[in-house]
Every structure is written in C-alpha cells, then in structure tokens.
C-alpha cells in the first residue's frame, strides 16, 4: 500500500498540536486540541484507503483495481459528524463555565481536594477523650465494673463524657 | 427468516421512543408513559431474543442485506442477550425511579423534560454497543451512549455538574479517538471492520502489529472501563450528577466498556498474549481503588470507588482467559451491574430522607426509616461478597478459576481479591455504622432535613413544612425492585451461572460466532480454547 507522505506529515503535525493543546488548563484550547485530534485522525482514516482512484460509481467496463475505496470515506464522513456534535456540546459548556464562574479554565474538584487534605485523625476512632455514642451511659458501666473488679476493662474516669 | 431479524429493534424502539418523547416534550405526563411503555417492549423483546439464542445458538442479522464482512452486521450470542436483558431491566427500573422524582418535585424549574428522550438514546447506544459486529458500529454505539450521557451528567447545568462535565467529556472523547484511530489502523493492516472476519485475518498479521493493535484497543476500552491507571476520571465525575443519572452510569457504561474488552480478548486477539500485564492492572485496580473508597465520607464516592475497584474483578475474569474464569466474569458483570445500580439508587433516596449524601451530615437512618436501611443492607452486603449473595457466588467463582489456573500472579490476585472483599465490608460498614446506626444527634454537622422530618415517617409520608415527599412510593418501588431481581440472581444462582459458563464456552470457542456471520463454509481459525488448556497444565 502506497502512502501520501504529505497526508503523513500533516497528520503528524495535527496530532503533535492536538496533544500539546490537550495538556493546557484553558477550556478553550483544550477544545481546540480535541478538534485537532479528531481531524488528524479523519485523515489516519483517508489514508488506510490507499492510493487516489476513480469515484466508486460502478461501470461495467472500468477494472476493480482503479476505484478509490469507498468505507474510509464513509467512516470519515460518520466521525465528522460525530465531532461536530462533541465540538457543539463543549462549546455550549465552556460558554456556561464562563456564565457560572467568569473563568475559562479547568477547576478543581474542591471534594478531592478536602479528602486530600483531611488529616488522618478521624474524631470518632482517635479522640483521647471517648466520645460517648452508645446507648449505655457510662455510668452503667462503671456500676457493672464495681460489681465485678476486672471483668470489664473500662478506664472508669469520672464525667468521661456520659450522660 | 429467523428470529433475530428483529434484534435490531432493540436500537430502533429506544430511539423511536426518543423521537416520540421529544416531540411531545410540553407533555410530561405522555412523554413518562411513552417510555416507560417503549423500555417495557424493548426488555421483552430482548427476553425473547435471549431465550431463542439460548436454544438456536449464536444468529446474525445483516442490516439493510448487505453481505457481511461489506455490510453491518448484528450479531446476538448468549453473552450479548444476556447483557442487553440485564442492562434493560436495570434502565427501566432506573426510568421508573426517575419518573418517581420528576413526580416528586415537580419538574417545572428544571430542564428536566430533555431527560426522558436522552435517557432513551443512552439505552439505545447501549444496545448497539452490545449488538455489534462490526467494530465501527461499535464506536458508533458508544458515541451514541456517550453523547446521550454528556447531556445527562451536566443535567441542569449547575457549577459542580459543568466542572465535572468538562472531565468527563474531555476523557471520554480522547478514549474515543484512540479507538478510531486503532479502527483506522485495524482497517489499514486488514481491509476489515467485521469482527468476525478480523478474528481470522487478524492472526496472519506479524506478531508486532498484532501486539501494537491489542494494547490500542484495550487502553481505549480501559479508560471506557475504568481499569485503574486510567480510572481517575470516575469517582470524580459521576457523584455530582442526579441520583438516577449515576445510577444509570454506574450500572451500564462502566460495564459497556469491560463488554468490548472482552470481545476484543476472546474474539479478535485470543491467546494469553496480554494476559499478564492484565492481570496487573486487576489487581492495582482492585487494590487502588478500594482504598480509595476508604478516604471517603460521602457515599456517592465512596460508591464510585468500589465502582471501580470491583471492575478489577471482571479484568481478573477476563485476563485468565479459561472457561471458568471467563464464565465468573461474565456471571460478575450481571451481578454487578444490578448490584451498583440498586446502591446508587438507595443513596438517592438517603440523599433525599438525610438531606445530604455525606456521611457526616446523615445518621440514625435505620430508626428513622426501616425499609432504606433493609434496601441498603441488602445490596451492600451483596455487593461485600457476604455469603449467600450473588456477590459471593461470583468472587468464590472467580477465586476457584485463579486457582486452578495456578500460576503466582493468579494466587497474587486471589489474594488481593479477598483483600478488595475484606476492605468493601470495612468501607461499606463505615457507612451502615455511621449513617444509619448512629442517633442522629451524633452526626458531626447534622443535615437540617434530617432533624426537621417527623421521626416516624416511614414511606410516603409528608415532612411537616416542606411540601416534598420525602420518599415517594414511585422511587422506593423501583429501587426494591432492582434489590429484589439482585437477590433473584442468587436464588437462580444455578442456572444462571450455567449460562454464563456456556457463554464463555462459546466465546473462547469463536467459530460459532464466525461461523453465524460468515457463513457455515468460513474458514474457522484455530479456536482459543484446546490450545489454552494445554498452556495451562
């Protein structure tokens, strides 16, 4: 299979820009980069079609080698569609990003961002101070303990935070 | 003419109901009967389509007459009945809580009235997806869900949905062009988008650009997935979107994804070629995201999390590439599916009973309303692996398969398999303990809605002030629903996984495929299965 090189070369440059606006934090041009993407690779699909033929009209008297092969085409023509319709949505976001937040720029997620930065202290697990959360008061505790020393391994700290 | 001439209707009636509901779109209450009734004739078409696969074997339908490998073709197997009637019925059921919302609140202020035709569109694409046998029409099958599903998850355009939109689309239109750039490549090296006809060229082609077409598909189809290093994207778009929404994504797209993964390994490159370094992914995808759901205190992330981290479960399926672990797979898809959804789903009703979805907001569910804490309890301890859920039946099938398989990276995954267990139960339980177990006055910045509601409101009740009912009957319906067909997977544990097993059969064994969508006199490639045995022993 014979390739156009300079179909190659464009395609190459298409996808080096595509990638490098992808990387930005502008909406903008991150729009712009996936419109690169996708057309690099609308003409990766020319090229699999091979060399330049005759439009594939049917004609009894022309050899099926001179056609252009046709599905490439067809493909191309479904994926232009579909990136039209992406590149329509994304734009309708950006202009509401801009609405909202009067920023064109990527924002982070602020509930990553706090699980992040939460410490590792949890309050209910790690308090020094038990939190009493159940439905035994601590002073029931506490009489159980009296009545039989050591079965229950309670610290019995007066007003520990019971009831 | 035989009977899955009409598989194509399972795109075409979604897509009808689509078109019928956006013209009737000033009439909510048409536009809610249109599709519920347009999803109820979709899943019994597809039970239908299921029970003639099951005993006419694999069939192929050629769109418009068009000869295969030149035409479209569809091509319903076991595997993919059995997805297209799991995926149906979590979607209506999913529709029906939805509608039950929309009743609820009223769906006046919110745009809510676009929701019903995408909605539809999504299940169509889904559908297609699942149809295919043609890898094109499989991109185009996923562009459909995935256009459907950018609207939906920026429903309303509120900041935190558009912030998590952008993520979304952007990730999910670069996965689609690296698939249609393997297409292009796949198309250059063979002259074929037919799936059947490139699982026989596919093995003439020299093993580099055989390896280079392999790992192009499967990293277009793992950031689909979720596999771990290209998950980032999931815990941190889906929790901002309506209940339902998640609901919908969690169950299918995810699943839509692990579906091509698998036709790609069994279909179009079987052999163990990849199987080691998808072994890997499993596991850190397991591990990884398991303890990521652990940092967190809201539940629709924490959700998302072990969302991701049980995909590894399916990958581990998939990557022993034997009939045992590929049946558990497929067994693990359908369980999981079902077992997302009905979560995601409880939580919207959490969200809407505690007024919050964080776990520092919400407690003393249990006492506050029985019935959501009986719909969490069950789905959770499934989705656990707790004995004798379906959850479990499909971890244990997975572990058997590991370790008949042998090998020390099949007793690594094992492991972590029991380990990814071990550690839902724990995050899972954090959520029982804190949000429904605890007395409300507990919760460190208690939710007003959750002190405010009357204590003894059950179902259907009125909150004293607002005039929202706090859980609708329409939403608490569908959501038991769903539990109910959860714990039906484990009654029919039996049968269904003796489906599953002859799918796997049948997918490793590849000509009955080939043979459905070229003809009876295809040339049939050596079938993966004998030669993968005699690997393994």
């Given at each position: 299979m014979s390739v156009n090189l300079t179909l190659l070369t464009v395609m190459g440059a298409l996808y080096a820009c595509g990638i490098y606006l992808l990387l930005e934090r502008s909406l903008t041009r991150v729009l712009l980069g996936l419109m690169l993407l996708a057309n690099a690779t609308n003409l990766l699909l020319l090229a699999t079609g091979g060399y330049a033929g005759l439009a594939p009209i049917f004609n009894k008297d022309t050899p099926a080698g001179d056609y252009n092969d046709p599905l490439p085409q067809a493909l191309i023509l479904t994926s232009i569609v579909i990136s039209f319709a992406v590149t329509a949505f994304m734009l309708g976001i950006i202009y509401r990003t801009w609405v909202l937040a009067r920023q064109d720029e990527i924002q982070d997620d602020a509930e990553d961002r706090r699980v992040a930065e939460?410490?590792?202290?949890?309050a209910e697990d790690d308090a020094v101070i038990p939190v009493e959360t159940s439905e035994f008061p601590l002073a029931m505790i506490k009489a159980a303990a009296e009545e039989q020393p050591g079965s229950l391994n309670v610290d019995p700290r007066p007003e520990g935070g019971g009831e | 003419m035989n009977i899955a001439s009409f598989a194509p209707l399972a795109v075409v009636l979604p897509i009808l109901g689509a078109a019928l509901t956006f013209l009737l779109i000033r009439y909510t209450r048409a536009q809610r009967a249109v599709s519920i009734a347009l999803l109820t004739l979709t899943l019994m078409l597809e039970c239908w389509l299921l029970a003639s696969v099951w005993e006419g074997g694999t069939t192929a339908v050629n769109i418009g007459g068009w000869l295969p490998p030149w035409g479209i073709v569809m091509v319903v197997d076991q595997f993919s009945s059995l997805m297209l009637v799991v995926s149906s019925a979590v979607s209506l059921a999913v529709l029906i809580y939805a509608t039950g919302q929309g009743m609820a609140d009223g769906d006046r202020d919110a745009p809510v009235s676009i929701f019903h035709p995408t909605y539809l569109i999504l299940v169509a694409g889904v559908s297609n997806a699942f149809l295919s046998g043609d890898l094109f029409n499989l991109y185009v099958g996923f562009e459909i869900l995935l256009t459907a599903s950018y609207v939906l998850i920026t429903l309303g355009g509120t900041g935190p949905r558009i912030r998590a939109g952008v993520t979304y689309v952007v990730v999910s239109v670069v996965s689609s062009v690296l698939f249609l750039i393997a297409i292009a490549m796949i198309y250059g090296a063979t002259g074929t988008i037919n799936m059947a006809d490139l699982a026989i060229k596919l093995g003439d082609l020299d093993q580099g650009t055989q390896t280079l077409l392999h790992v192009m598909l499967l990293v277009a189809f793992g950031i689909k997935a979720a596999v771990f290093p290209l998950s980032f994207w999931l815990p941190d778009s889906y929790p901002t979107a309506p209940a339902p929404v998640t609901a919908v994504f969690a169950g299918l797209l995810t699943k839509v994804g692990v579906y091509a993964m698998v036709r790609t390994e069994t279909l179009l490159f079987p052999g163990d070629a990849l199987n080691a370094p998808l072994m890997v992914a499993a596991l850190l995808t397991m591990v990884v995201g398991i303890l990521g759901a652990l940092a967190q205190s809201d539940i629709k992330r924490l959700l998302s999390f072990t969302l991701v981290s049980h995909i590894g479960y399916m990958v581990f399926g998939l990557a022993m590439s034997t009939v045992a672990g590929l049946g558990a797979a497929v067994f693990y898809v359908a369980h999981h599916i079902t077992i997302q959804t009905s979560l995601f789903l409880v939580t919207g009703l959490i969200e809407r009973r505690g007024g919050s979805s964080s776990m520092d907001r919400v407690a003393g569910l249990a006492k506050l309303s029985p019935v959501l804490a009986v719909l969490f309890f069950i789905p959770a301890m499934n989705l656990a692996g707790i004995p004798p859920f379906s959850g479990f039946l499909g971890k244990l099938g997975l572990l058997q398969a590991g370790v008949e398989l042998g090998t020390p990276l099949a007793y690594a995954l094992v492991v972590g398999g029991v380990l990814t267990s071990l550690l839902t139960l724990l995050a899972i339980a954090r959520v029982w303990n804190r949000a429904f177990w605890r007395k409300p006055s507990d919760a460190e910045h208690p939710d007003p809605v959750l002190l405010a509601a009357?204590?003894?409101?059950?179902?259907?009740d009125r909150a004293g002030r607002t005039n929202v009912t706090l859980l609708p009957r329409t939403m608490v319906g569908s959501t038991l629903g769903l539990v109910v067909f959860g714990v039906a997977l484990t009654v029919f544990a039996g049968p269904f996984f003796r489906v599953a097993d002859q799918s796997a059969q049948q997918m490793l064994d590849r000509s009955p495929y080939i043979q459905a969508v070229l003809g009876e006199n295809a040339p049939v490639p050596p079938a993966a299965l004998p030669e993968q045995q005699g690997d393994g022993k």
């Open positions: 939460t410490p590792s202290f949890d | 009357p204590e003894d409101s059950a179902t259907g």
